[in-house]
C-alpha cells in the first residue's frame, strides 16, 4: 500500500498538502500518514518549567493532528496514521523516513509567496538521496485544483 506522509502544523501549506496526499491516497488506494513535529525546547534551568513547556507543544501539536485526522475521516472516510515527534524537523523527518520504508512519498506544500520554508528547502535539495520521492504541491492552488491534479 502506498503511504503518503504529511507533516501537519499550523500553515496554510500543510492544509495544501494534506489535501493533495488524502486525494492521491484514495485515487490509488493507498493511506496518509501525519506527522506532527514538536520542536525541542531551549534549556531551561527549571526542569520542571521545561517539562511542562514540552507537554503542553506536545498536547498542541496531538490536538492539531486529530484535527487534521478528523477532516480526512469527514471528507474521505479514511482514518490516517499520527505520529507526534520532538526535535529538529529535518532531522526527526529523515529519521522516520528511513524507520518507515512504506513511505510512498513525502508530501509538502510550497508558500504561495514569499521564499520556501525550511523543509521544503532542506528536502527539495536532498532529494536526490531520500528514499521516495518528494511531491512539493503548490500553496497557489485552489482545492479544485489539488483535487484535479492529485
Do not use: W
Request: glycine share 8%; proline share 5%; net charge negative.
Amino acid at each position: 500500500m502506498r503511504v503518503y506522509l504529511v507533516i501537519i502544523d499550523e500553515s496554510e501549506e500543510s492544509r495544501v498538502a494534506l489535501r493533495f496526499a488524502a486525494r492521491r491516497a484514495a485515487y490509488t488506494g493507498g493511506a496518509v500518514h501525519l506527522l506532527a513535529i514538536v520542536p525541542k525546547q531551549a534549556f531551561n534551568a527549571f526542569a520542571g518549567v521545561q517539562a511542562t513547556i514540552e507537554d503542553e507543544a506536545r498536547d498542541r501539536a496531538e490536538v492539531l493532528a486529530n484535527s487534521a485526522a478528523g477532516e480526512l475521516v469527514s471528507e474521505m472516510g479514511q482514518m490516517p496514521q499520527i505520529t507526534v515527534r520532538v526535535g529538529d524537523g529535518k532531522t526527526v523527518i529523515d529519521a522516520f523516513l528511513k524507520e518507515h520504508r512504506e513511505v510512498a512519498a513525502l508530501v509538502l506544500g510550497a508558500a504561495a509567496n514569499g521564499t520556501p520554508g525550511p523543509l521544503v528547502t532542506h528536502f527539495s535539495a536532498h532529494a536526490g538521496s531520500l528514499p521516495c520521492p518528494v511531491f512539493l504541491i503548490p500553496g497557489s492552488l485552489s482545492e479544485a485544483e489539488i483535487d484535479r491534479l492529485s
